[in-house]
Nanobody, 118 residues
């Protein structure tokens, strides 16, 4: 069974940086797609960035140029480098792993809080 564990959240001042990590376990192959989502209070969960096991990336317009997603496909570990953080980046950040062909799965981590405030 695939399990995801996030780490690296915290409190940072506007303009600061944080690096999130997501480690997958229980899978013996490179996960096809991994991504970061976030959910702010009172808002829907939204995609922040995603990356395939071949390195293709996709970013939300709101984070382009500030956030960088990367992964070590051999270890099924994913990272999100967040720079120039803004108060509106405050949210719980969730790691996601998806395989959309058999055996399919779509798994979420427990989430890590990121708070951007002075």
């Amino acid at each position: 069974q695939v399990q995801l564990v996030e780490s690296g959240g915290g409190l940072v001042q506007p303009g600061g940086s944080l690096r999130l990590s997501c480690a997958a376990s229980g899978v013996g192959f490179s996960i096809p797609v991994m991504g970061w989502f976030r959910q702010a209070p009172g808002k829907q969960r939204e995609l922040v960035a995603a990356i395939t096991n071949s390195g293709t990336t996709n970013y939300a317009d709101s984070v382009k140029g500030r956030f960088t997603i990367s992964r070590d496909s051999a270890k099924n570990t994913m990272y999100l480098q967040m720079n120039s953080l803004k108060p509106e980046d405050t949210a719980v950040y969730y790691c996601n792993a998806e395989k959309n062909y058999p055996p399919r799965f779509n798994v979420w981590g427990q989430g890590t809080q990121v708070t951007v405030s002075s």
